[in-house]
């Protein structure tokens, strides 16, 4: 059996194409409640077809982890490999519930969200305020706490690449080059 030392390209694929869309995502969802309702309508309608991609994405990157060995980790601290999977972890979970509670606000909302002006989720149930509300906090929440993650994940593959001078972070890179271990 072969011992990989990185990822192979379809892993580093997924993995940059969802954290550009989640950081893009956060980043745009935190001003939503600011616009005027004719701009945020207009607005969701991207938001709602991005989260919708990210979830698909996400299933195929499960998909894709089940089916497809990663490299075994990088030597390290037993305290650093608990947490690196503590948070590889937690990003799939969160990063899947993001689009489903945005699923169910929309759902729930008292306008149309129509994601790629294909999928209707608005008419997926009846208007309820107290049910969007819910899903409203949830996401927001998630949207917090994803937020948080995606900074200690982007400072722990910083400080292994320029302070610990290892290769986890090469070994995602889209060109990144890992020596043969």
């Given at each position: 059996?072969?011992?990989?030392?990185?990822?192979?390209?379809?892993?580093?694929?997924l993995h940059w194409l969802i954290a550009v869309l989640v950081i893009l995502l956060l980043l745009a969802g935190g001003g939503l409640e600011d616009l005027p309702v004719e701009e945020k309508t207009q607005v969701v309608m991207g938001h709602s077809g991005l989260g919708t991609l990210v979830l698909l994405l996400m299933m195929i990157?499960?998909?894709?982890?089940?089916?497809?060995?990663?490299?075994?980790?990088v030597a390290m601290a037993a305290w650093q490999l608990k947490v690196s999977v503590i948070v590889h972890r937690l990003f799939y979970v969160l990063v899947i519930?993001?689009?489903?509670?945005?699923?169910?606000?929309?759902?729930?909302?008292?306008?149309?969200?129509?994601?790629?002006?294909?999928?209707?989720?608005?008419?997926?149930?009846?208007?309820?305020?107290?049910?969007?509300?819910?899903?409203?906090?949830a996401h927001g929440t998630?949207?917090?706490?994803?937020?948080?993650?995606?900074?200690?994940?982007?400072?722990?593959?910083?400080?292994h690449h320029f302070y610990h001078k290892d290769m986890v972070l090469r070994r995602m890179l889209p060109y990144g080059?890992?020596?043969?271990?």
């Open positions: 059996m072969e011992n990989k030392v990185q990822y192979d390209g379809i892993a580093k694929t990157r499960l998909a894709w982890r089940f089916t497809h060995r990663p490299p075994q980790p519930l993001q689009p489903v509670f945005g699923i169910g606000q929309a759902m729930f909302v008292d306008y149309s969200v129509v994601a790629f002006g294909v999928i209707d989720y608005s008419a997926l149930a009846i208007s309820s305020e107290s049910m969007a509300k819910i899903f409203h906090v998630n949207a917090t706490l994803l937020m948080l993650l995606v900074l200690l994940h982007a400072g722990g593959a910083l400080a080059r890992v020596p043969k271990e």
